[in-house]
T-cell receptor
Framework: EDQVTQSPEALRLQEGESSSLNCSYT??????LFWYRQDPGKGPEFLFT???AGEEKEKERLKATLTKKESFLHITAPKPEDSATYLC????????????FGTGTRLQVFP | EAGVAQSPRYKIIEKRQSVAFWCNPI?????LYWYQQILGQGPKLLIQ????????DSQLPKDRFSAERLKGVDSTLKIQPAKLEDSAVYLC??????????FGPGTRLTVT
């Protein structure tokens, strides 16, 4: 069964304190791995799509990497506005575009 | 470019009542999705439309949930009758290509 596990469930950081969020997955043929940001009361906001092991993508203070079993979202020198829940999802190499989400990591960055 | 629009934003109903949600996707996006997000969990796909046709509804509780997409644009999701466990945020998303889905703000449903 296709599955996504994210850790930690919650993370509290001081402003400027870099850290990483983990997303481990099992899927029958990975088509793509997705990172989304979700603020309270809002829908998920697309961040990155990674397609193959070894791939990396960056956006401002965020950098996503992918291996054959997991993905990391590295946050460098975070700011309070980076506080949100970060969701990881995978798409299997099947006929539909279904995203299978993890439960997310709730990040809080304190000034 | 306007994003995915959903209404209402909030709805409170009693169990066994019916409710409907509306979604207007990004212009030109042929694919539309409905997800259910229970508090503390990630979204779960309920149904996927490609234009007017259903591509995947394997996780839709068909005894109480129904969805339609008329003319390949707007879509409605209905629950009848609602149960307590249906309390969740219902998210609509749309995409032009498989690798990027854009989500709306969601409708928060509370069933009492």
């Amino acid at each position: 069964e296709d599955q996504v596990t994210q850790s930690p469930e919650a993370l509290r950081l001081q402003e400027g304190e870099s850290s990483s969020l983990n997303c481990s997955y099992t899927v029958s043929g990975l088509r793509g791995l997705f990172w989304y940001r979700q603020d309270p009361g809002k829908g998920p906001e697309f961040l990155f799509t990674l397609y193959s092991a070894g791939e990396e993508k960056e956006k401002e203070r965020l950098k996503a990497t992918l291996t054959k079993k997991e993905s990391f979202l590295h946050i460098t020198a975070p700011k309070p506005e980076d506080s949100a829940t970060y969701l990881c999802a995978v798409q299997a190499a099947e006929n539909t575009d279904k995203l299978i989400f993890g439960t997310g990591t709730r990040l809080q960055v304190f000034p | 470019e306007a994003g995915v629009a959903q209404s209402p934003r909030y709805k409170i109903i009693e169990k066994r009542q019916s409710v409907a949600f509306w979604c207007n996707p990004i212009s030109g996006h042929a694919t539309l999705y409905w997800y259910q997000q229970i508090l503390g969990q990630g979204p779960k796909l309920l149904i996927q439309f490609q234009n007017n046709g259903v591509v995947d509804d394997s996780q839709l509780p068909k005894d109480r949930f129904s969805a339609e997409r008329l003319k390949g644009v707007d879509s409605t999701l209905k629950i009848q009758p609602a149960k307590l466990e249906d309390s969740a945020v219902y998210l609509c998303a749309s995409s032009l290509d498989w690798y990027e889905q854009y989500f709306g703000p969601g409708t928060r449903l509370t069933v009492t």
